[in-house]
């Protein structure tokens, strides 16, 4: 946690671009060393809590995806940043009262983590007339912090298939995949057994509902995407090791 006394200084666009090039550079090497194409994965880069011009020279580096958690902020940044080509992606919890909005800004939600909120995104998608692509957010680690469906006990797996049966029929849901977040620690290799727990949940989800395309697997942060990419992440969630803390932090 950053310390509230020390101010940082203001990232700058060389810095960015610096940073965004060396992360891909390390998601490419991980890849390369678990005998995978670095094309397979896809950097979101996680603007959440920066400013209009940190975002704008992250898209000015090379971001195509930019991962948001909170839809007000959100809402304010695609506004601003217009017609530029990017994906947004909803990469936090979701209130199931926000689901309208999510569905208006967003092209990814990483987080579907409840029927509830799977009905109303599906809801709205539809009265849209536009698919939404999601991921099924799960705990695989039982930590109480963590959002998600229940999945740390592989013994529970099949109740779990068996629940989200609801929402794997849904028509304008498309489910395209999982994704976790590890517990926060100093050793990025003890995110490991979770990443590789995600990867066979996904793989059990797939022979049970092989209909679902389930190839997306969303794991790996700033401290730890290196091991996500060498468990089999295709999306991988990165933002202060490119753009710095986040002012405030």
């Given amino acids: 946690m950053a310390n509230p006394g020390i101010s940082h200084p203001p990232i700058t666009t ?11 550079e390390q998601i490419g090497n991980a890849a390369v060393s678990a005998g995978r194409h670095p094309g397979e994965v896809r950097l979101v880069v996680v603007t959440k809590g920066h400013p209009l011009e940190t975002v704008q020279a992250a898209v000015q580096a090379g971001a195509g995806l930019l991962g948001e958690n909170y839809v007000e902020e959100a809402e304010e940044k695609v506004r601003s940043l217009g017609d530029v080509k990017v994906e947004w ?11 309208e909005a999510v569905c208006r800004n967003f092209d990814w ?23 939404l692509p999601v991921l099924l957010e799960c705990n695989v680690s039982g930590e109480a912090t963590k959002s998600g469906w229940a999945a740390w006990e592989e013994v529970d797996w099949g109740r779990l298939a ?3 049966k609801p929402l794997i029929d849904l028509h304008r849901l498309k489910v395209r995949g999982l994704m976790t977040m590890a517990p926060f620690c100093d050793d990025p290799g003890l ?13 059990c989800l797939a022979s049970w ?14 401290g730890d995407f290196t091991v996500g990419v060498e468990q089999g992440a295709t999306l991988v969630r990165v933002g202060t090791a490119i753009l710095g803390p986040r002012p405030g932090a």
């Fill in 14 to 24: 060389d810095e960015i671009q610096t940073n965004f090039h060396r992360v891909l």
């Fill in 89 to 99: 992606h909803m990469i936090g919890h979701v209130q199931s009262r926000k689901a």
């Fill in 109 to 131: 939600v990483h987080s579907v983590d409840s029927l509830k909120l799977a009905y109303r995104l599906d809801r709205f998608a539809g009265e849209m007339g536009r698919t």
């Fill in 162 to 164: 068996d629940s989200l």
């Fill in 191 to 203: 995110a490991r057994p979770y990443f590789r727990r995600l990867r066979r949940l996904r793989d």
């Fill in 209 to 222: 509902y092989p209909q679902v395309d389930w190839s997306e697997l969303s794991m790996g942060m700033s």
